[in-house]
Nanobody
Framework: QVNLVESGGGSVQTGGSLRLSCATS????????LAWFRQAPGKEREGVAA???????DYHNSVKGRFTISYDKAKNTLYLEMNNLKPEDTAMYYC???????????????????????WGQGTQVTVGS
């Protein structure tokens, strides 16, 4: 069992920045992929960024160059640094974990081609114009 708890959401103006955190706890694994997904009202959930246990990363095209995903293994915390935020980034952001051997490729996780094992409860990000 893996527990995921997000924090760091809030309201910012266009061009602003936020850093989301996802504290992970429970059983530890050596082969995994951690990811951030988001869902805006009336839209389907989409993968935003993912990082695997080898350190490979991938991003949705809409956030490349603006968002950075990282995982601090010492703190067991996943981060999403979001810069130059736009109104279209407004959504509920969810932390997700997939446990597999070998680790699932980040691009496949983002595109929804794999099955997520654990989800967080979400944190709201609102970007005003």
């Amino acid at each position: 069992q893996v527990n995921l708890v997000e924090s760091g959401g809030g309201s910012v103006q266009t061009g602003g920045s936020l850093r989301l955190s996802c504290a992970t706890s429970g059983r530890t694994y050596s082969s995994y992929c951690l990811a951030w997904f988001r869902q805006a009202p009336g839209k389907e959930r989409e993968g935003v960024a993912a990082i695997d246990s080898y350190g490979n990363k991938d991003y949705h095209n809409s956030v490349k160059g603006r968002f950075t995903i990282s995982y601090d293994k010492a703190k067991n915390t996943l981060y999403l640094e979001m810069n130059n935020l736009k109104p279209e980034d407004t959504a509920m952001y969810y932390c997700a974990a997939e446990i597999r051997l070998p680790a699932p490729p980040p691009d496949a996780v983002i595109r929804g081609h794999t099955e997520i094992d654990y989800w967080g409860q979400g944190t709201q990000v609102t970007v005003g114009s």
